[in-house]
């Protein structure tokens, strides 16, 4: 019986576990809308009245069009989550599209809400995704041409790199209507307010003159 409170300890943490993730839903249909006086809270954001919902609710026509990568990553990601597409609310999946110039970078960067599946529509890719501590940190990475998936496992930290000479697309499905985007340069160098210079030069073992400068850049988001 000792044992009693550490086996309801583990059964209480693998419970909390299995729900962080995005309920099912409760009803046929929830759009998501911004008039909360109309509106009923199931989850994820607060629904259209389903009688009145229309197709519309349920299309999303952004990601035909091409992004605009002439930036410094020479990328362009193009979202199409609840916040773009309300028709999403409470199913649990998004999607997005994303454009490379050639050498262009989507930059490591993780979804800590979902798992990313990957598919090269045109180029070729070099991806990858690093594990936890658990295994080490250890980098899996491979090279992708046209018609190649791949998945990043939930919570990773994950990059697309266009290693090829021409223009490249690929198409991305996520486990969340709201997998989150935590693009690790931009939050560890251009957090608002910044990171202590303290802290940054002792975790990655920097002259405070190199964080400083780093601090000082504008870190662009490709989303």
């Given at each position: 019986m000792k044992f009693l409170p550490i086996t309801l300890l583990?059964?209480?943490?693998?419970?909390?576990?299995?729900?962080?993730?995005?309920?099912?839903?409760?009803?046929?249909?929830?759009?998501?809308?911004?008039?909360?006086?109309?509106?009923?809270?199931?989850?994820?954001?607060?629904?259209?009245?389903?009688?009145q919902a229309t197709a519309d609710d349920f299309v999303f026509m952004e990601l035909r069009n091409p992004g605009n990568t002439s930036n410094p990553l020479g990328s362009k990601v193009t979202q199409a989550f609840v916040q773009q597409f309300p028709g999403l609310n409470t199913l649990g999946i998004s999607m997005a599209r994303i454009d490379f110039a050639p050498g262009g970078l989507n930059p490591p960067h993780t979804h800590p809400r979902g798992t990313e599946l990957l598919v090269v529509v045109e180029g070729t890719l070099l991806v990858g995704f690093v594990t936890s501590d658990q295994l080490n940190n250890t980098l899996f990475t491979k090279v992708l041409y046209k018609g190649d998936v791949f998945v990043f496992p939930i919570g990773l930290i994950h990059f697309q790199l266009n290693i090829g000479n021409t223009y490249a697309l690929a198409f991305s499905g996520l486990s969340s209507q709201n997998p989150g985007l935590i693009t690790i340069a931009n939050a560890v160098f251009g957090a608002k307010a910044p990171i202590s210079a303290d802290v940054l030069t002792k975790a990655f073992q920097l002259d405070k003159k190199v964080v400083d400068h780093l601090e000082a850049q504008f870190w662009y988001d490709n989303n």
């Open positions: 583990i059964l209480a943490l693998a419970i909390a576990t299995a729900l962080a993730y995005d309920p099912s839903p409760l009803q046929d249909i929830c759009v998501a809308t911004n008039d909360l006086e109309s509106g009923v809270f199931v989850n994820g954001k607060f629904c259209k009245d389903p009688k």
